[in-house]
């Protein structure tokens, strides 16, 4: 079930402003839980715990599963409480004003990162290949990364769906490079996937590439970004194949 909404898909659900302006009005008025929507410039996605509960049923109608339509109050349930987790994430950024001496110094110092600002992402031995491929039969834990919570936030992800692998080879670049971690959000795996960069597994192997949906055709078009690899199409029983681990969000290297 998608759970993050342009303004632009909002103004279209009864109950809601007419207009992008307006819904970032109310947005802003309410304290709207967002995010920055990936590939999408400036623009920021809105969660659906945010939304009356009218609002909720029509967007669960529209992009939810047939058991999350037919069991409609566990579902509102689940997403709220999905919400309450993400704002759980907040940060507030310790304020100059907050010291109480009279005569603090105008100069903001570096601050401590302390325990408690911190979360710690499994990494898995599975390097996403970004070329031939890779077996994963061998997939399993092997350490833990450590990111801030702010990052976590920033980028809409939660703790518990969220994942390290690496890159290897040259087939995504300049997007991404061999050896680079992979951050990954394994929660929105509704198919079809939006368009975007994703950890996916065909048969026994696993890939990094852009996945674009063609609605006419039901079909999958699996893009390498570098142009010195070719692109393919995934359809019919050949979807079969193809599982969507999960959404890349972010790319982290070393320069």
Known sequence: MREWFLSTELVEIEGMPSSRQGVSVKANRNNWLKRKAQGKGSAVEYHI????????????????????????????????????????????????????????????????????????????????????????????????????????????????????????????????????????????????VKDGVYVIRIDEMVYVKRLKWNILKQSYTVVSDNPNYESFEMAGDDLKRLKVIGRAAMVMRSL
């Open 49 to 192: 715990s945010n939304f009356h509960e009218n609002a909720q049923k029509t967007l669960i109608d529209l992009h939810g599963s047939e058991y999350e339509k037919n069991h409609l109050p566990e579902t509102i349930n689940s997403l709220r409480k999905t919400g309450d987790k993400y704002r759980e994430l907040e940060y507030k950024k310790p304020s100059l004003f907050d010291s109480k001496e009279p005569n603090a110094s105008a100069i903001f110092e570096a601050l401590p990162v302390h325990e408690a600002d911190t979360i710690d992402i499994p990494e898995f031995n599975v390097q996403a290949a970004a070329g031939a491929g890779c077996l994963s039969n061998t997939e399993y834990q092997t350490s833990v990364f450590t990111v801030s919570t702010a990052l976590v936030r920033s980028l809409g992800l939660l703790p518990e769906y969220s994942a390290i692998v690496f890159c290897s080879g040259e087939s995504m670049l300049p997007t991404m490079d061999d050896g680079d971690r992979i951050l990954v959000d394994t929660r929105e795996l509704t198919e079809p």
